[in-house]
């Protein structure tokens, strides 16, 4: 039951710049709690790609940045690459019933 | 370098209870101020996070699994558990175990095990 609500599907070709949005509202992202990003690729477990709304861990390429504004966040790549291709999940904490920690809906990004 | 690793039955019967152990490697679980976290992912879709437990026993868990769900830690084997009672086909997913880390003022499941799959199935 995602409170966070993601595209399910942007692509975009090699070299590109795409964007994924995350959405969620008063008890979560609105609340001022900190957005993170985890990237999935296929059929491992998930990987921390932005911390804090906009921090990159070590080792993750800077074509990767985030952004947070109000009720909102955003996970944007650019120089879109072939390895690039999997799934992206936003999250965040929650001060409601809906439980601590929230992920987003997920969305699946295709190098065309 | 921190390693989680899943293990426990793949497959459970409906009503029965799913147990699952994460074990820490590469440092101890006690050291720092860090969480433990359970995650799960039903196939093709979305990560639930199912809660949380620190060194000292301290849990929480999300209110729409609460009523079924136990966590615990056994800190002299570098581990904790994951208990999920009653469980339903509902139950089917890859459960993850993951570490969740505090950095300023925000906390972060920065590491994470494979996962394992749990079938619920008679």
């Known amino acids: 039951q995602s409170v966070l609500t993601q595209p399910p599907s942007v692509s975009g070709a090699p070299g590109q710049r795409v964007t994924i949005s995350c959405t969620g509202s008063?008890?979560?992202?609105?609340?001022?709690?900190?957005v993170h990003w985890y990237q999935q690729l296929p059929g491992t477990a998930p990987k921390l790609l932005i911390y804090?709304?906009?921090n990159r861990p070590s080792g993750v390429p800077d074509r990767f940045s985030g952004s947070k504004s109000g009720t909102s966040a955003s996970l944007a790549i650019t120089g879109l690459q072939a390895e690039d291709e999997a799934d992206y999940y936003c999250?965040?904490?929650?001060?409601?019933?809906?439980?601590?920690?929230?992920f987003g809906t997920g969305t699946k990004v295709t190098v065309l | 370098q921190v390693q989680l690793q899943e293990s426990g039955p793949g497959l459970v019967k409906p009503s029965q209870t799913l147990s699952l152990t994460c074990t820490v490697s590469?440092?101890?679980?006690?050291?720092?101020?860090?969480?433990w976290s359970w995650i799960r992912q039903p196939a093709g879709k979305g990560l639930e996070w199912i809660g949380r437990?620190?060194?000292?026993?301290?849990?929480n868990y999300n209110p729409s699994l609460k009523s079924r769900v136990t966590i615990s830690v056994d800190t002299s084997k570098n581990q904790f558990s994951l208990k999920l009672s009653s469980v339903t086909a509902a139950d089917t997913a890859v459960y993850y175990c993951?570490?969740?880390?505090?950095?300023?003022?925000?906390?972060?499941?920065?590491?994470w095990g494979q996962g394992t799959l749990v079938t619920v199935s008679s």
């Open positions: 008063s008890s979560n992202i609105g609340a001022g709690y900190d």
């Open positions: 993951a570490r969740l880390g505090i950095v300023g003022a925000t906390s972060i499941f920065d590491y």
């Open positions: 804090g709304n906009s």
């Open positions: 999250q965040s904490y929650d001060s409601s019933l809906s439980g601590l920690y929230v």
């Open positions: 437990i620190y060194t000292s026993g301290s849990t």
């Open positions: 590469g440092g101890s679980i006690s050291s720092g101020s860090y969480y």
